[in-house]
């Protein structure tokens, strides 16, 4: 097994755009040419966008792309320039003499951490679009990680600034590759030494979660918006439902890398992209989207810097 980027994946293009002033932005994948897809989504407070037409019973067998975005539900209008971009491009369901490109996505809540009147629109996720021309991944303070924090379980007063993050591999011909905006209300750890990595931050340590969740008792104490976002994409060749059961089963890399995960504040999202490309065992590419989210979410948060006012991983390692 070896690690790549998603350079090294044929027919997928990946860009981001984003407002560094204003703390938000957006990450678009798209594949031009179609990809199956699935979707589970596990916390309790979702934002996204045509994920009901990912379930197997519904008729659309392929998408075009998919928009991880802030900026809440405001943010889901950034898809109506990925729509613009693929249509330019003559991508989508050919019909009545159009093209309809199916764009799915899904948005983190980042509008306490910059102008929280500034979102992404259809411009930006247009201009993502095309900077995804260079197919060039950036980890930190880009894209739908503009905005990005963690450890929020005692405000953002404490929090830490997260990012986006992305890692592959390849076992054979099978390439696997985990893309994700980290915002989780929950600490982050290492998945390797199992050490909190970032979190909540207060009189210049690292809290443990547990412990301060067990301080809390009132219902309404939870801060409200959170979300982590991801997508895995595999040259696999798969079909909606064995899609829909690696998104369910890559939510396991969140379990390993963010507790707590999946709150009531929480919209975790996976989508999953195949290809279509190679013969591969279900298990096998469930098992390396695992392992790739949660080194991707690490990759995140250790990528990310100091902005907003809030601390980053590596700035606490240099006090430290």
């Known amino acids: 097994m070896k690690e790549i980027t998603i350079s090294q994946m044929r027919h997928v293009q990946v860009g981001q755009a984003q407002d560094e002033v204003n703390a938000t932005g957006c990450t678009v994948i798209l594949c031009k040419r179609g990809a199956t897809a699935g979707v589970d989504v596990r916390g309790g407070g979702p934002a996204t966008r045509e994920t009901d037409l990912l379930n197997p019973k519904n008729m659309v067998q392929q998408i075009h792309g998919v928009i991880l975005s802030g900026g809440s539900?405001?943010?889901?209008?950034?898809?109506?320039?990925?729509?613009?971009?693929?249509?330019?491009?003559?991508?989508?369901?050919?019909?009545?003499?159009?093209?309809?490109?199916?764009?799915?996505g899904a948005s983190l809540f980042d509008l306490c951490v910059g102008n929280g009147k500034i979102r992404p629109d259809a411009a930006m996720g247009y201009a993502a679009c095309q900077a995804s021309e260079q197919n060039l991944f950036l980890n930190g303070n880009y894209g739908a990680g503009t905005g990005a924090s963690v450890g929020k379980l005692l405000g953002s007063d404490y929090a830490m600034k997260s990012g986006q993050g992305m890692f592959g591999v390849q076992c054979n011909d099978l390439q696997v590759c985990a893309i994700v905006a980290v915002n989780a209300c929950g600490n982050v750890r290492d998945v390797a030494t199992r050490q909190y990595i970032a979190g909540v931050y207060k009189d210049e340590q690292l809290l443990d979660s547990l412990s301060v969740m067990e301080h809390m008792q009132a219902a309404d104490q939870l801060p409200?918006?959170?979300?982590?976002?991801?997508?895995i994409l595999t040259n696999a060749k798969l079909d909606k439902a064995q899609c829909n059961k690696i998104a369910s089963i890559a939510h396991n890399g969140y379990a390993d890398a963010i507790f707590p995960v999946h709150t009531m504040s929480d919209g975790d999202t996976i989508f999953t992209l195949a290809l279509d490309e190679v013969d591969a065992m279900p298990d096998v590419v469930g098992t390396l989207a695992v392992y790739a989210m949660g080194k991707a979410i690490n990759r995140a948060v250790l990528s990310a810097q100091s902005a907003y006012g809030l601390p980053s991983a590596t700035s606490i390692r240099r006090i430290r």
């Open 73 to 104: 539900a405001f943010g889901l209008d950034a898809a109506g320039g990925v729509m613009r971009y693929l249509e330019e491009k003559e991508c989508g369901f050919a019909i009545a003499g159009q093209h309809v490109p199916i764009v799915c």
């Open 224 to 231: 409200q918006g959170n979300t982590t976002i991801g997508c």
